[in-house]
């Protein structure tokens, strides 16, 4: 206990200089454990339980002596206990608001004495004893920094004097030993977990709530408010002497449909305070509630009118996590926001390792061969070396070899260049199961994965090339600067694209070599290694190797090389090689985001005509971007651009008119779209004004990208306008005819689905043509393509004139056959694009024609709640719109039975779903009867104790139409289902009231229902609704208002005649 309050619990100074502790969630949690383990101290170790402390424990108690009863003298404001030590002292005594006690017999009786106070008590003594073990062993058991003699010392004793005592506190040590591990490995767990808040955050959010604050139906709260505009210099606005408590400040907040929230944002997190004291400018610092980690958690929780409206706004409030742990859950969420199963966009790659075998004569031969000098040499600046492979240069130059032979300079270490004298940095590749590791993005692709490794069979003679590269690499590992230059240029020659060279060069050791020259001061040396590995690093074993060799660590270095070459090339290979997390991690963790990010910079992006310095600054650029979008697949890079700077001059590129740098651009800017503060930013930066000029380009990749990126942002209802006003809808539209680029053909039919969501761009589609166009892709597309031209479609069916465009374009049938896939997201889509077509009794023909309401109904035993909660939805309107519904619903075996079955789900969407479907069932005599066999009645009753208005609605419908049969109406006075409902007439939501109204009706044809509605306060709020502008609202709540003025008609005659 002792090293757990000295290290793990939070302490702070007060003005006065006694320490207290933080009221924070770790300190309370560690306080809980000591209690309990002190309340069972007596019943668990009686025997110890009766020591008496070498001093006692004494604090200042807020209990009074009333408390005290049995066991204990009381002698005005003194209590004593009864128990006492062998000095005749009571081993608990209270004077004057001071407790002693000095037992923990006596400890634990306290803790029960005081009940709810516990907590403050369990606090104050602990803060007026700071080293409680020290009171009751002894100094020679205190706590001690290093390490604790103190149990051996002990041990000693026992074995030496044979002193009872002595091992009572020895065993009294060793329990409160297991509980100071059991609290340090409790703080450890909690302290993982802390998330501390700080002034910065806090004022961030408060303006960020402000933004979305104010008068009106759609704003997230009435006002939001500091009690004290003081900042001070830490930019805390609590008083000195509570921030040392690690208050910040405090908050007036007013929701919608809350009395005033006064609140307390601490470092440990924000929680309701007692609010302003009456009649004194104070406040009531006293927690009353949990404490949340921000403020749009706790009104979260307290505020349903916040969560309905926040939903609303354009922009995001909940900020993505940054632990490690929840990123590869996070994909899965945005797959299946986005309507995608998989990023179609990244390229997949064929991983293969070789081992290589060959005979001796072939080895013969090709070690004669000559090598031939090449052209290539020029692009690394080396003319001057050019005239090594004439004759007499070579000569030449071997004379000189002889007498002045230059060495390489290494940064680290001054040697020549030698596999036997450069250290190399890691290990050689190992096994793909090396390079697995914990997912860091939400976006992360598997591209990387290793795929099973095809070997060579041992018969198999090698290329030329393979021997080629290896008679190079003694020339590469000579240590002569020339020739190692010589031997760099000639590798060039092979062709590095080729995966037997690619394997080669690492198989021989020559990637530990070329990337130790990295680490040189030898620029034709940097440039050509480079220019090797840029080559090279294609390859997905390669990658692997340069990364567990150590090589982005240093290419990041290079990016600070005033030579723009060098810079160019490190950022190229740095994109081939960070597309796996480990390397993205890697290019992070060594600034490299930054860097990259300042590669970016540049004088003027669209001169008038460029000058070769302007050339090379915008190849510069290129190349960041290119770095930067393979590093932009994690969810920390994407913060670590925007931290470094990097939006606005992402934004700037954007306006170039070269295609070469715009792609990269525009790649990073989409990979960036999934992260909210990305898409407000493209919004507000006049993105997607670009984004959309950029769907008219030659290049389809850049098409591609721009597509995308309006996919993912397009999910903001003022980026679907502006996509509009700038004209966007007309090209997309357009590059629907390009159907057989599959991955441009997914991006485009992705943002007209995005689109689509706004009634206005469905308008514009239907003028272009877009819908004939989609329904004429409905076939023969990859499930991605599906998806998007399914979900647009669904989209646009909300329209009644889109529905009979689709009927006349013969979409409905593939649509239903599209029922049969398995892809869950299509799944869900294509449900709700058949479920809108179905309420158009012309569609629900062809759709009944062709089985469609079978296939949906089957659906509803897919594992997947979206697929379930979809296909109920779906089912309603065929029900509706059916000819003869009742007997189409008959004739599915077991379908009723399925259907009141998901009346057990917990997925609230499906249960919404579910009771509408059962709404339509129950219309049908002969189907309620049915239903109501299946235990439907208490099936609905247990759900009726819920806070969600889709649900409620949705519920009070089908209890309404349920009471239509037998007895229903006494079943669910019976399974208690009245009294919830009458609560349903307190909601915001006109739907829930006419729904609930009219449930209360039919339920008030049982006299045992009307009492337990009046009981429940029903009549006064059905007579605020008998003046409701809605029709069917007020002849319900007449009705069954009506109804218990019956009942208690009839009751009073019965009484009095």
């Given at each position: ?20 502790l ?112 020290m ?6 058991c ?21 002193d ?50 104010g ?21 805390c ?52 509630s ?7 958690t ?85 003319s ?14 071997t ?26 940095r890691a ?36 290329p ?31 062709n ?7 394997l ?140 470094a ?37 493209i ?61 441009l ?28 166009a ?71 023909t ?50 009723l ?147 218990i ?6 009751t ?6």
């Amino acid at each position: 206990m002792g090293a757990a309050l000295a290290r793990a619990a939070q302490w702070t100074a007060a003005g006065s200089g006694t320490d207290t502790l933080e009221i924070t969630p770790l300190n309370e949690s560690l306080l809980n454990q000591i209690i309990k383990f002190v309340e069972d101290f007596s019943t668990r170790h009686p025997q110890e339980a009766a020591f008496v402390f070498r001093e006692p424990l004494e604090w200042k108690t807020q209990l009074g002596c009333s408390v005290f009863e049995e066991g204990y003298e009381i002698d005005g404001a003194t209590v004593q206990s009864e128990a006492k030590g062998k000095d005749g002292q009571p081993l608990l005594l209270l004077m004057a608001s001071t407790l002693r006690v000095r037992s923990f017999d006596q400890l634990s009786r306290l803790l029960q004495i005081a009940m709810e106070k516990k907590l403050k008590e369990a606090q104050a003594c602990l803060e007026a004893n700071r080293d409680p073990i020290m009171k009751i062993l002894g100094p020679e058991c205190g706590t001690v920094e290093g390490e604790d003699m103190s149990m051996l010392h002990l041990l000693e004793k026992v074995k030496k004097d044979d002193d009872p005592e002595t091992e009572m506190k020895m065993k009294i040590c060793l329990l409160l030993h297991q509980l100071d591990l059991q609290l340090l490995s409790s703080s450890l767990k909690h302290i993982s977990q802390d998330v501390r808040l700080n002034p910065a955050a806090i004022n961030n959010e408060v303006n960020l709530l402000k933004n979305f604050s104010g008068k009106g139906e759609d704003t997230v709260l009435e006002s939001l408010e500091y009690t004290s505009d003081y900042m001070f210099c830490n930019g805390c606005r609590a008083p000195p002497w509570r921030q040392v408590h690690g208050e910040i400040c405090y908050l007036v907040i007013k929701p919608h449909d809350t009395d005033p929230l006064y609140i307390t944002c601490s470092t440990a997190g924000v929680f309701l305070n007692g609010g302003q004291q009456k009649g004194k400018d104070d406040i009531d610092y006293e927690r009353k509630s949990d404490v949340y980690k921000d403020i749009v958690t706790f009104l979260s929780e307290r505020s349903p009118r916040f969560v309905e409206n926040m939903a609303k706004q354009e922009y995001n409030f909940f900020k993505e996590p940054t632990y490690e742990k929840n990123y590869q859950r996070m994909e899965v969420v945005d797959a299946k926001v986005s309507g995608q199963s998989q990023n179609l966009y990244d390229l997949t790659e064929k991983n293969v390792c070789e081992k290589v075998k060959s005979s001796a004569a072939r080895r013969r031969s090709i070690d004669k061969k000559k090598l031939e000098p090449s052209m290539k040499w020029k692009n690394t600046g080396l003319s001057a070396s050019h005239r090594y492979f004439s004759d007499k240069a070579a000569k030449k130059d071997t004379e000189e070899g002889r007498s002045s032979t230059v060495s390489l300079k290494i940064k680290k270490k001054a040697s020549g260049i030698s596999s036997e004298s450069v250290k190399i940095r890691a290990s050689k590749c190992k096994t793909s199961g090396r390079f697995e590791d914990i997912s860091e993005s939400s976006s992360e692709t598997e591209e990387d994965e290793e795929q099973p490794v095809r070997h060579q069979e041992g018969n198999t003679d090698l290329p030329s090339e393979y021997w080629g590269i290896q008679k190079l690499a003694k020339y590469l590992k000579g240590g002569n600067p020339t020739a190692t230059v010589i031997a760099l240029c000639s590798m060039r020659d092979f062709n590095l694209a080729q995966e037997t060279c690619q394997l080669a060069i690492r198989d021989i050791g020559c990637l530990e070599v070329l990337i130790n020259l990295l680490d040189t001061e030898e620029i034709k040396c940097q440039i050509g290694s480079l220019k090797i590995l840029k080559e090279i690093s294609q390859n997905t074993l390669i990658r692997h190797a340069i990364a567990d060799l150590g090589g982005l660590q240093i290419m990041v270095k290079i990016l600070d090389s005033p030579d723009k070459d060098l810079k160019c090339l490190a950022a190229e290979t740095i994109a081939n090689v960070a597309k796996f997390k480990q390397a993205r991690r890697t290019v992070r963790q060594h600034g490299g985001i930054k860097r990259l990010v300042g590669l970016l910079e540049c004088i003027s992006v669209e001169p008038t005509s460029l000058t070769p310095y302007q050339s090379k600054d915008t190849e510069i650029a290129r190349c960041g971007a290119l770095a930067l979008w393979s590093c932009s697949k994690s969810t920390k890079n994407k913060a670590a651009i925007r931290k470094a700077g990097g939006i606005p001059l992402l934004a700037r590129w954007l306006n170039s008119s070269h295609a070469n740098i715009l792609t990269p651009v525009v790649g990073t800017l989409q990979e960036c779209a999934s992260e909210p503060s990305y898409r407000l930013a493209i919004r507000t930066e006049g993105m997607i004004e670009n984004l959309v000029k950029n769907l008219s380009s030659e290049h389809e990749e850049l098409q591609m990208h721009c597509a995308s990126a309006i996919f993912k942002c397009a999910e903001d209802k003022e980026t679907r306008d502006l996509v509009r006003q700038h004209g966007g809808l007309q090209p997309l539209s357009v590059l629907l005819g390009n159907s057989e680029n599959k991955q441009l053909l997914a991006a485009v039919t992705g943002a007209i689905w995005k689109c689509a969501i706004s009634g206005e761009n469905v308008s514009k589609f239907r003028e272009y043509k877009t819908i004939e166009a989609l329904v004429g892709l409905l076939s023969d597309q990859p499930e991605e393509v599906l998806v998007n031209i399914v979900g647009a479609l669904g989209e646009c069916c909300q329209e009644q004139i889109n529905r009979t465009i689709i009927r006349k374009c013969g979409g409905i049938p593939p649509l239903v056959k599209l029922l049969t896939g398995t892809d869950q997201a299509l799944l869900v889509n294509v449900t709700k694009a058949v479920g809108a077509c179905a309420t158009e009794p012309e569609n629900m023909t062809i759709i009944d024609r062709l089985d469609g309401v079978r296939l949906l109904w089957s659906l509803l035993k897919n594992p997947n709640p979206d697929v379930q909660a979809s296909a109920a939805w779906a089912i309603c309107p065929c029900i509706e719109n059916a000819k003869d519904a009742g007997e189409m619903v008959r004739s599915f075996v077991g379908g009723l039975e399925l259907i009141v079955n998901l009346l057990k789900s917990k997925n609230k969407e499906v249960l919404a779903s579910v009771c509408a479907a059962i709404t339509n069932i129950a219309k049908d005599e002969e189907n309620l009867a049915v239903i109501t066999d299946h235990g439907v009645v208490p099936l609905l009753s247990k759900l009726a104790n819920t806070n969600n208005d889709k649900l409620r609605r949705h519920l009070a419908e089908a209890v309404s139409n349920c009471c239509m049969w037998g007895s229903n109406r006494v079943t669910f006075g019976e399974t208690k289902a009245v009294a919830p409902l009458v609560r349903y007439l307190k909601s915001n939501d006109p739907s829930v009231h006419r729904a609930t109204a009219q449930a209360l009706y039919q339920l008030s044809e049982d006299p045992n229902n009307c009492i337990t509605m009046h009981e429940n306060g029903v009549v006064k709020l059905l007579l605020a609704m008998v003046g409701s502008t809605d029709e069917t609202l007020q002849e319900a709540a007449a009705g069954c208002i009506a109804n218990i003025r019956r009942l208690a008609l009839a009751t009073e005659k019965a009484k009095y005649g």
